[in-house]
Protein backbone atom coordinates (compact mmCIF):
# COMPACT_ATOMS: atom_id res chain seq x y z
CA UNK A 1 0.00 0.00 0.00
CA UNK A 2 2.94 2.40 1.08
CA UNK A 3 4.63 1.35 -2.12
CA UNK A 4 1.35 2.61 -4.02
CA UNK A 5 1.19 5.94 -2.25
CA UNK A 6 4.83 6.33 -3.08
CA UNK A 7 4.22 5.40 -7.18
CA UNK A 8 1.14 7.85 -7.49
CA UNK A 9 2.89 10.51 -6.05
CA UNK A 10 5.99 10.62 -8.69
CA UNK A 11 3.57 10.03 -11.01
CA UNK A 12 1.87 13.08 -10.35
CA UNK A 13 4.90 14.73 -9.46
CA UNK A 14 5.64 14.08 -13.06
CA UNK A 15 2.58 15.23 -14.82
CA UNK A 16 2.71 18.30 -12.70
CA UNK A 17 6.22 19.09 -14.36
CA UNK A 18 4.92 19.22 -17.57
CA UNK A 19 2.28 21.10 -17.46
CA UNK A 20 4.46 23.88 -16.10
CA UNK A 21 6.98 23.67 -18.62
CA UNK A 22 4.09 23.67 -20.99
CA UNK A 23 4.65 21.59 -24.62
CA UNK A 24 5.69 23.54 -27.30
CA UNK A 25 2.96 23.83 -30.02
CA UNK A 26 3.49 23.75 -33.77
CA UNK A 27 1.38 24.74 -36.19
CA UNK A 28 0.35 24.31 -39.79
CA UNK A 29 -1.83 27.39 -40.85
CA UNK A 30 -1.42 27.87 -44.82
CA UNK A 31 0.15 24.39 -45.27
CA UNK A 32 2.92 25.94 -43.65
CA UNK A 33 5.03 24.58 -39.93
CA UNK A 34 5.10 27.51 -37.59
CA UNK A 35 7.71 27.75 -36.23
CA UNK A 36 9.89 26.45 -38.47
CA UNK A 37 12.70 25.50 -36.29
CA UNK A 38 12.66 24.52 -32.38
CA UNK A 39 14.81 23.29 -29.55
CA UNK A 40 13.66 20.28 -27.40
CA UNK A 41 15.00 18.36 -24.99
CA UNK A 42 15.97 14.38 -25.32
CA UNK A 43 12.28 12.96 -23.97
CA UNK A 44 10.40 15.85 -24.86
CA UNK A 45 7.03 16.39 -26.89
CA UNK A 46 6.03 18.90 -29.07
CA UNK A 47 2.07 18.98 -29.83
CA UNK A 48 1.21 19.21 -33.86
CA UNK A 49 -1.80 21.06 -34.19
CA UNK A 50 -3.40 21.18 -37.69
CA UNK A 51 -4.94 24.98 -37.74
CA UNK A 52 -4.97 24.12 -41.48
CA UNK A 53 -8.46 24.10 -43.44
CA UNK A 54 -6.63 20.60 -45.08
CA UNK A 55 -5.90 17.13 -43.60
CA UNK A 56 -1.93 16.66 -43.18
CA UNK A 57 0.33 13.93 -42.62
CA UNK A 58 3.56 14.73 -40.62
CA UNK A 59 6.38 12.74 -40.54
CA UNK A 60 9.91 12.29 -39.76
CA UNK A 61 12.47 9.38 -41.24
CA UNK A 62 15.47 10.93 -38.86
CA UNK A 63 17.21 8.39 -37.88
CA UNK A 64 16.48 7.20 -33.85
CA UNK A 65 13.53 9.62 -33.80
CA UNK A 66 11.42 8.38 -37.29
CA UNK A 67 7.09 8.84 -36.98
CA UNK A 68 4.26 8.83 -39.15
CA UNK A 69 1.17 10.74 -37.90
CA UNK A 70 -1.07 9.22 -40.69
CA UNK A 71 -3.62 12.26 -41.83
CA UNK A 72 -4.08 14.75 -39.48
CA UNK A 73 -7.79 16.27 -40.02
CA UNK A 74 -8.41 19.76 -39.38
CA UNK A 75 -8.49 20.78 -35.60
CA UNK A 76 -6.95 17.66 -34.86
CA UNK A 77 -3.17 17.49 -32.37
CA UNK A 78 -1.33 14.92 -31.39
CA UNK A 79 2.20 15.05 -29.08
CA UNK A 80 5.30 13.87 -30.76
CA UNK A 81 7.98 12.82 -28.16
CA UNK A 82 11.73 13.41 -29.60
CA UNK A 83 14.15 9.99 -28.65
CA UNK A 84 17.48 11.00 -29.43
CA UNK A 85 19.34 14.12 -29.53
CA UNK A 86 20.43 15.31 -32.93
CA UNK A 87 18.66 17.26 -36.05
CA UNK A 88 15.34 15.88 -36.69
CA UNK A 89 13.60 16.94 -40.08
CA UNK A 90 9.66 17.05 -40.19
CA UNK A 91 7.66 16.84 -43.18
CA UNK A 92 4.36 16.73 -44.43
CA UNK A 93 3.85 13.77 -47.10
CA UNK A 94 1.11 15.23 -48.46
CA UNK A 95 2.73 18.71 -49.13
CA UNK A 96 6.30 18.14 -50.07
CA UNK A 97 6.72 22.04 -49.45
CA UNK A 98 5.93 21.65 -45.90
CA UNK A 99 9.20 20.82 -43.87
CA UNK A 100 10.69 21.85 -40.14
CA UNK A 101 13.69 21.28 -38.18
CA UNK A 102 13.90 20.02 -34.73
CA UNK A 103 16.35 20.33 -32.71
CA UNK A 104 16.69 17.58 -30.33
CA UNK A 105 19.40 18.08 -27.21
CA UNK A 106 20.73 16.04 -24.45
CU1 LIG B 1 0.47 18.85 -45.52
Redesign the pocket.
Known sequence: MRRLAVFVLVISAGLSAGALAGTQMIH?QG?VFGPDSVTVKKGEALTFLNDDTIP??IMSASKGNEFNLGSQAPGMSTDVTFKESGDVQVI?A??PR?KMMVKVTD
Open positions: QRHNCIHM
